[in-house]
């Protein structure tokens, strides 16, 4: 049997409970009754996907063959064989212990010693995060600027919470980094940790910055790509939801969603089941596959489209970095003079999709996107295709929303690995040594994409 994460695997450690419960439970308070989590396999599962997220199942971002994944405790098996699944348990979820760092007064003036704060063996707060964005602006004012594009729904409500940020990279020149579409340089942005428990991404958005900009002065392609791009990035799209992951305790909590509790009026979810998932939450195709109207279910779609602070924010962000290119009907395709591209990172399924996510009818781009997802997949050694093909149709989420309302090339990658490095919660070590590596490359081809990506 496998374990999640290496290090510390001595001590099985309750993860949370995945389903809905009627009665409330702390924050982060250890259960008494520390039921243990599994991740099923169900089988033939891919044409009922639906099935399971209808039922508020936590459907992971995971498929192999025809079969799809969930976990849960074992009150979650005997769901799924009620729902007349044929199911297996592929592997244990087990947490290593660790101290969660202290949860500072919320919004309190960052300084540069934040960028040291880490979990779970050195991954970076939401705090490190954005003193880590001022750092660089600081350290490199000719190449970088912070830029405040919204509040999370926390803070937005007045319960702490965090300002939404990124960050523009170019060697800036007079009208660089504007919030205005018609930029003179092409726009690439990386898109991170919108799914709080996918630790992975924000880790990669973090090495990404730091790249483009200590290497700038040495490195030729580094060079080329800051002098003639905006390369945005957003590395914390879910703060809130991010917060519950690192102060989980003894544990991370496997928080996906925003930390929105407002639609709890009938039932009380139990951490880390709070929240809307922001990906199925976007104003496109809204409320159609994998999605549930459960409250406290991990596909929760929220109560209307674009409900969501963070949701409103990121997509006035991008209305801000890209034009409106392309027509109404699902078919129209943008042009092949567009410019721009956005990269959503989630984990951890290993694949490489482009729109349309919402059902595998094809864009009027199919071409060109297959092709950039293909040679994405052959950097990455990892399978692409639309959503509907190589994972499951999703409705809602953030690229089908770019897509449609505005034409820019969006693709997402499911950063993934096997063995040790396996899952949400990877060894810290395995950023160094599994992910960064193999990300890398994929983020500058994809940069240079954003010159011309619709481009035959
Ligand atoms: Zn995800």
């Not at 000719?142 to 919470?161: E, H, I, M, N």
């Not at 340089?185 to 991404?201: D, G, N, S, V």
């Not at 090495?207 to 700038?216: K, M």
């Not at 800051?226 to 390369?231: G, K, P, Q, R």
Request: charged residues 20%; contains cysteine; hydrophobic residues 35%.
């Amino acid at each position: 049997m496998k374990r999640w994460g290496i290090g510390v695997v001595a001590v099985a450690v309750l993860v949370g409970s995945a389903a809905c419960s009627s009665s409330a439970q702390e924050d982060g308070a250890a259960s008494n009754t520390p039921d243990r989590i599994w991740e099923y396999r169900v089988h033939d599962a891919v044409s009922r996907a639906d099935d399971l997220a209808d039922a508020g199942l936590d459907l992971l971002e995971k498929r192999e063959g025809n079969d799809l994944f969930v976990l849960g405790d074992d009150a979650t098996g005997d769901q799924l064989r009620a729902l007349g699944f044929s199911i297996a348990v592929n592997e244990e979820i087990v947490v290593p212990q660790w101290a969660p760092p202290p949860l500072r007064a919320n919004n309190a003036e960052l300084s540069p010693a934040d960028v040291e704060e880490t979990y779970y063996g050195g991954y970076r707060t939401v705090n490190a995060h954005y003193a880590h964005l001022d750092k660089v602006a600081t350290d490199y004012p000719g190449l970088a600027k912070v830029v405040t594009y919204g509040q999370s729904w926390k803070k937005q409500t007045g319960r702490g919470g965090y300002d939404l940020k990124a960050i523009c990279i170019t060697k800036q020149a007079a009208g660089d980094c504007a919030l205005s579409p018609n930029s003179a340089k092409p726009r690439f942005l990386l898109y991170t940790q919108i799914h709080a428990r996918e630790i992975t991404t924000g880790e990669v958005a973090w090495r990404w910055i730091d790249y483009l900009t200590a290497n700038y002065n040495t490195d030729a392609t580094v060079k080329q790509l800051v002098d003639t791009e905006e390369l945005w990035v957003v590395p914390i799209a879910n703060p809130d939801g991010v917060e519950i992951v690192q102060q989980g305790g003894s544990r991370p909590q496997l928080q996906r969603k925003n930390a929105n509790t407002s639609n709890e009026t009938t039932t009380t979810c139990s951490t880390p089941n709070h929240g809307v998932d922001l990906n199925r939450n976007f104003g496109s195709h809204w409320g159609g596959a994998s999605t549930t109207r459960s409250v406290c279910g991990e596909t929760y779609l929220g109560p209307r489209a674009d409900s969501e602070p963070e949701t409103q924010a990121s997509e006035s962000l991008w209305r801000k970095l890209f034009p409106a290119v392309r027509g109404p009907n699902p078919s129209d395709p943008s042009p092949a003079t567009a410019k721009g591209l956005l990269l959503t990172l989630h984990s951890a399924a290993n694949t490489v999709m482009f729109p349309w996510y919402y059902e595998t009818v094809r864009t009027g781009n199919d071409a060109t996107q297959r092709a950039i997802a293909r040679q994405l997949g052959s950097i990455t050694g990892y399978p692409y295709g639309q959503s509907g093909e190589v994972l499951y149709a999703a409705s809602g989420s953030t690229d089908d929303w770019a897509y449609e309302k505005l034409g820019v090339a969006v693709f997402t990658i499911e950063v993934g690995a096997g063995g040790n490095c396996s899952g949400f919660l990877p060894a810290f070590s395995c950023q160094a040594s599994t992910f960064w590596p193999k990300m890398r490359p994929a983020l500058i081809y994809a940069a240079q994409k954003a010159v011309a990506p619709f481009k035959p």
